[in-house]
């Protein structure tokens, strides 16, 4: 059974810094490039950061470029997002993926960036 765990998410003043997680399972996640998403109230769901499989080549949105790093950890069949100054726009519920898969989306893990 194909799967997708996000952890990590919580609420952040200003400037903070979170890590958050996903653990796959039912797949190995290092066959594919991994991606993080997020989507907002309102809003369509996004991309904020790809990285490949392979070369582990990395790919991020200006929006987030500097601030945020994706990163894998084969052996735990894990990728991690990193993120720092965050800012309120950061927050959405955020969720990894495998791009343009049958992968299902798992539950996401909410960051709330507010003073």
């Known amino acids: 059974q194909l799967q997708l765990v996000e952890s990590g998410g919580g609420l952040v003043q200003p400037g903070g810094s979170l890590r958050l997680s996903c653990a796959a399972s039912g797949f190995t996640l290092d066959y594919y490039p991994i991606g993080w998403f997020r989507q907002a109230p309102g809003k369509e769901r996004e991309v904020v950061a790809c990285?490949?499989?392979?070369?582990?080549?990395?790919i991020y949105p200006d929006s987030v470029k500097g601030r945020f790093t994706i990163s894998r950890d084969d052996a735990a069949n894990t990728t991690h997002l990193q993120m720092n100054s965050l800012k309120p726009e950061d927050t959405a519920v955020y969720y990894c993926?495998?791009?343009?898969?049958?992968?299902?989306w798992g539950q996401g893990t909410q960051v709330t960036v507010s003073s």
């Open positions: 993926n495998v791009p343009n898969s049958q992968v299902p």
């Open positions: 990285m490949s499989n392979g070369a582990g080549l990395t």
